[in-house]
């Protein structure tokens, strides 16, 4: 794992489960994509070697279960259970999506992560593996003025220029900063849990993501994620949670 | 596991979450509650003998991780993630959510389970648990005639007067009918992967539970469930994706 994608101290939980998302890929021939994954945080992970485990529960025509383990020096860094599938193989003409295409500024409107300080992309060079430009109405946290509605919405590419996929979409779904920013919470917020649906192949182009919170209790808050393509596809939907910054 | 709890040919999957559940409970001394699982169905379960194997992946102060299989002669029926915590030791004084608790029309008004056919009671003995009372505009299904809305909502307490608590909470995510009736889609649905948060241990009283979905595709679909407290308080979320029924 490389340090490219850092956070602070640790390495991002969606590089991590993109990674983990690959190794079962490669454990399941029939089943390339990831349709529903689950992934508990079991202690920080770091730049280096890591190993993967995965174990097949079952595997069927339409779809295979698996549980996996990311590990390093045989600690567990991160433990999964994992639906795959081809999603080429789903039905294609059966969409009666009721949500709604996330709206956003023309990007030449949006106010990109490239403008982030120094001391931002030194401590989270992850913020430099995409090009992510936000919604207007919701940067405010970055100049102490956070809109306090507990929403992030921003426009999404891979710095290299890679198309998006659906493992990509496993990262993509933890790649805004904490929704917890929009509240004025401007710190760490460690995900206990995240579960992600892969519901389509993303076509070629841009990606929307939008990050939300309903729920804030206990020290922890529910963050859900909802990934549209160019095509207006809602591609992948997840939902995390979350510690409160303390 | 009882024959009670039957829907059609299998076992709830609630059911046997919550039956997983206490088991991954008696082996957490000090974290007796459920914050997060994560529930992936690998096999229909069978009234009779089950055994449960839980393996804990990290015990911490505020909350242990664990791994779970309820099994059947040997074959795995329900492999689980989740965290578990001691909810009354979470913060109990920053509750900030924004969500709204459902509305709904008084009881006397409410669409009793118990009108349900006596083929429905027969095949489904599962619904005699509780008693569930329908939201009188999202129970057309019944009568052939569903909202399109893709919605159910009702009020919810176990038959035996047993108050809440938060491994009951586990099985009334998944109690009511497949939100896919309000679409005229009247089969089965069976779950992928169900994740349940449980945010705080529910005070006495009746729940109200809402099911919904907003993102119909690929031959499945995503079900948000909420669960709401007599005191106002939203003390559950789950989301699920299940198979549209062919």
Redesign the interface.
């Known amino acids: 794992m490389s340090d490219g994608w850092r956070v602070g101290g640790g390495l991002n939980g969606g590089y991590q489960l993109s990674l983990l998302g690959n190794a079962m890929r490669a454990a399941l021939p029939k089943h390339p994509d990831p349709?529903?994954v689950?992934a508990?945080y079991?202690?920080p992970a770091e730049a280096g070697p890591v190993t993967a485990a995965v174990r097949p529960?079952?595997v069927g025509g339409r779809?295979a279960?698996v549980?996996a383990d990311l590990k390093q020096d045989d600690e567990?860094r991160l433990?999964?259970?994992?639906?795959y599938g081809d999603?080429d193989s789903?039905?294609?003409d059966?969409?009666?999506?009721?949500?709604e295409p996330i709206a956003m500024p023309p990007r030449e409107e949006c106010v990109p992560n490239t403008l982030a300080p120094d001391e931002v992309k030194q401590m989270a060079p992850f913020t430099q593996r995409f090009e992510m430009l936000f919604h207007p109405d919701e940067i405010g946290w970055a100049v102490g003025k956070p809109s306090g509605r507990?929403q992030i919405t921003a426009w999404f590419r891979l710095a290299d220029d890679r198309e998006p996929d659906p493992l990509s979409l496993l990262m993509a779904v933890d790649a805004l900063p904490p929704v917890t920013f929009d509240?004025g919470l401007m710190g760490w917020a460690p995900t206990?849990?995240l579960?992600a649906?892969v519901?389509?192949k993303p076509a070629p182009g841009w990606l929307r993501l939008r990050h939300r919170?309903?729920?804030?209790?206990?020290?922890?808050f529910?963050e859900d994620c909802e990934v549209w393509d160019s095509t207006d596809?809602?591609v992948a939907?997840s939902?995390q949670?979350a510690l409160?910054p303390r």
């Open positions: 349709v529903a689950s508990y079991i202690s529960l079952r779809t279960t549980a567990i433990s999964v259970l994992a639906t999603l789903f039905p294609a059966d969409v009666r999506t009721t949500a507990g509240l206990v849990e579960s649906h519901r389509a919170t309903r729920n804030i209790a206990g020290g922890m529910e596809r809602l939907q939902r949670l409160l």
